[in-house]
């Protein structure tokens, strides 16, 4: 599968189960780093360089650094939102992503709605993995920005915490910003982060 097929895929109509069937069909065809390239936003792969557009849709072939700006949004929220749920049924495969997603493009990720995906993943991958101590310390750094964030959606911060949680007694400055961290977030708690303060952050 490549760059422009996946593409073209993910911004197929909307349905239910989408992420879930979405996921299985790149496993089957092989193409979780195809994913995990769109869902981080890196260059995509153009196997004909010479030829100036895509088939179909315009510039699709180029990746999805081409695409208008809400079409490349809704893409990478698309790619960011099955490669969550591929990790979570069949982590095997982006076990060898793990190590960039750690080093780079965690901590890169700039789209709103991909941060909530990387985090809830990030949250779970930490349980498995142990990043060097200046990787860790970039993870917990864009963690912190986000879970902080007053444009941030409630789920990201709620992921963002969790990362930090995962973090404490690995990088001293989260413990130590952790009682702060907490009462900011209660300042404006949602329902979901006033639950997980009274249950599991406290």
């Known amino acids: 599968m490549s760059d422009e097929e996946l593409i ?3 911004d197929d109509r909307w349905q239910e189960h989408f992420a879930d069937g979405m996921a299985r069909r790149v496993c089957e065809a092989g193409a979780v780093g195809v994913l995990y390239r769109i869902a981080a936003g890196l260059p995509g792969e153009d196997k004909d360089s010479g030829e100036s557009g895509g088939t179909g849709k315009t510039g699709l072939s180029r990746g999805i650094g081409a695409l208008p700006n ?14 969550d749920r591929l990790y ?7 076990m060898p992503h793990a190590e960039p997603f750690c080093r780079r493009d965690f901590p890169a990720c700039g789209d709103p709605s991909a941060r909530r995906h990387f ?5 779970d991958l930490l349980r498995r993995v142990h990043p060097d101590p200046d990787v860790l310390e970039r993870i917990a750094g864009a963690a912190a920005e986000w879970a902080v964030d007053p444009a941030a959606k409630v789920a990201v911060r709620v992921w963002s915490v969790e990362v930090l949680k995962r973090c ?3 990088v001293t400055w989260v413990d130590e910003i952790w009682d702060d ?5 209660a300042l404006t708690a949602s329902p ?3 639950s997980r303060l009274r249950r599991s952050w406290r």
């Open 8 to 10: 073209g895929a993910l």
């Open 70 to 83: 809400p079409v490349r949004h809704k893409i990478r929220f698309r790619a960011a939102y099955v490669l």
């Open 88 to 94: 979570f049924t069949a982590p095997e495969h982006f």
């Open 119 to 123: 985090a809830k993943i990030m949250a």
């Open 168 to 170: 404490r007694g690995r």
């Open 181 to 185: 961290l907490l009462e900011t977030q």
């Open 192 to 194: 979901g982060i006033e």
